[in-house]
């Protein structure tokens, strides 16, 4: 459950801000929705893993969603400049 709704959500984010990306560069502008994206992404996990992992209490449920979605914001934003760069040095 846990790798299947964070694999469709931040897919379809990662396809949204690889077009933008593509389109636009990266800039302050085009990351402009990425932290409002990412608060929604988690809202959305939080209430899946409340409903979806019936093993688990719902409070760890809520902390799973948060810390993944937590790391995985603060990696993204770590990589975006540099993956960026490389795919313009090979373009």
Partial sequence: VFLLVNLVTQGGFAVYLAVTVLNHGVSGWSLIFYIPIEVIIT???????????TEKNK???????????????????????????FIVSIS
């Fill in 43 to 53: 809202l959305v996990e939080l209430l899946l893993y409340r409903r979806l992992l």
């Fill in 59 to 85: 409070a760890r449920a809520a902390v799973y969603a948060i810390a993944a979605n937590l790391c995985s914001a603060v990696f993204g934003l770590w990589l975006i400049d540099p993956l960026w760069h």
